[in-house]
């Protein structure tokens, strides 16, 4: 005969530091995987930010033109460019494959696609760099494939169903927009076949626009992870984000017991701190420019592609654009309209460029700022640029125009500020990192 004891009334004499020690390791896994998933994800969802601002001027898989060169009033995304208008698309590749059509490119104008997927990575670009500037039709095919395509055919295929298509066209000044314009509605996009579905990414909205509320954050990374699935490689990390209820398939739950939305919660504060004085450590100083070190395609460099695109998302390769950040001056002092500044190129070390170079000016909010004369950026193409008898060049930077060289003068607010000196088709001893920018010099 077998007797079963009754548990009734039977106190648990389990010593307890052994549940005290459980509930700590349990604690500090879900915080160490927490931190990984907050930077393995948040490109992911600041993907999703954009794509949900950007859906409020155009539709899925149609361009919105920006028909004016981006100016203090540009708030889409931070460190915008002032030499380029931007085309810009997002798409749905799970209903079907979609077309991109591109007229023939004028002689001498630089352009180009920029193709990102889901995490932020750019797997692909048209345009100058690549010699494809004749007219002409690129059909872009997600990770399903699904079509049939006829052979001879000029294909774009994606790594994931969203994508995030950033086109740059040249303007020469105020006075090139019109034409600029004119090109610009000869960008077309087009469903592959009359009978697809209209796309529609089935993400709910994204009510904290800064990203601060740790359960909406991992509730969208959990959707998007399941509607643009990550590579092979991602597969290892992936499982352990499992372990703490952050699973594709079944949805985020993690915040369902205490102890893991305790160490999720903390994970996600800290991850932000993490990711936020990791800048310099991606980046590396030439004469106290900054410049990171991995930009575009991440691989499994989780931490860089969640810097990169906190501080500038859809930063491109350094074949096609090099951006060298500048926070402070030759004595390591913060840049300030304050002070008075001047950059002084000589004549054989002018930036190295293919195509062109420019200096932006950004504010504390890394947005253009208002000045009286309209000019947020400087470089090889300004009107009226005055370069020195020995052929070198300076440029002044500072609140106040100069006495007698305002036409060299870049306007910085009364505050701290961000010089970008973007050079675009750099030459290949600035992508060696061979050559190096003169440092900023305070005056006064």
């Not at 936020?276 to 410049?291: Q, T, V």
Request: contains cysteine; proline residues 6%; charged residues 20%.
């Amino acid at each position: 005969m077998i007797f079963v004891k009754s548990t009734k009334n039977v106190v648990d004499k389990t010593p307890t530091y052994i549940i005290d020690a459980n509930l700590y390791y349990k604690s500090n896994l879900v915080y160490s995987i927490g931190i990984q998933a907050f930077l393995y994800g948040f490109p992911l969802v600041d993907m999703a930010r954009n794509m949900q601002g950007s859906l409020k001027k155009a539709p899925l898989n149609s361009f919105y033109h920006e028909r004016k060169l981006a100016d203090e009033h540009f708030r889409d995304w931070v460190r915008p460019n002032n030499d380029t208008m931007y085309s810009i698309a997002w798409l749905d590749l799970s209903k079907g494959p979609v077309v991109l059509s591109i007229p023939e490119a004028e002689q001498g104008r630089y352009f180009t696609f920029q193709f990102l997927d889901a995490y932020t990575n750019s797997f692909r670009y048209i345009g100058t760099r690549t010699n494809e500037t004749s007219a002409g039709e690129y059909i872009i095919v997600g990770p399903n494939g699904g079509e049939e395509l006829a052979e001879g055919t000029k294909v774009v295929y994606s790594p994931t169903n969203m994508v995030w298509i950033l086109g740059r066209t040249l303007v020469d000044g105020e006075k090139d927009v019109p034409n600029v314009i004119a090109i610009q509605d000869n960008y077309k996009l087009t469903p592959y076949s009359q009978s697809q579905e209209i796309p529609h990414i089935d993400l709910p909205e994204i009510l904290d626009r800064e990203l601060n509320d740790p359960v909406e954050f991992f509730e969208i990374m959990t959707k998007a992870m399941k509607l643009n699935p990550g590579t092979i490689e991602d597969e290892g990390i992936i499982s352990q984000f499992k372990l703490i209820g952050i699973d594709p398939e079944t949805g985020f739950q993690g915040m369902e017991d205490p102890v893991i939305k305790d160490g999720l919660t903390k994970a996600f504060k800290d991850a932000k701190e993490i990711l936020i004085k990791s800048r310099s450590d991606m980046s590396k100083l030439f004469n106290n420019w900054a410049i990171y070190n991995n930009v575009g395609s991440y691989g499994t460099d989780y931490l860089s592609r969640a810097v990169v695109s906190y501080y500038g998302i859809g930063a491109i390769n350094p074949e096609e654009g090099i951006y060298s950040g500048a926070l402070i001056d030759s004595t390591r002092k913060p840049l300030s309209g304050e002070n008075q500044y001047v950059i002084h190129f000589d004549q054989d070390n002018l930036p190295p460029a293919h195509a062109f170079w420019s200096i932006c000016m950004y504010g504390e909010d890394q947005f253009f700022i208002a000045n009286p004369i309209n000019r947020y950026s400087m470089g090889d193409r300004t009107e009226g640029l005055q370069y020195n008898s020995d052929g070198s060049l300076d440029l002044y930077i500072q609140n106040t125009p100069p006495v007698e060289t305002e036409s060299n003068w870049l306007p910085a607010p009364k505050g701290n500020f961000t010089l970008v000196l973007r050079t675009f088709l750099p030459k290949q001893i600035f992508i060696d990192r061979k050559y190096q920018l003169p440092f900023i010099q305070k005056i006064i």
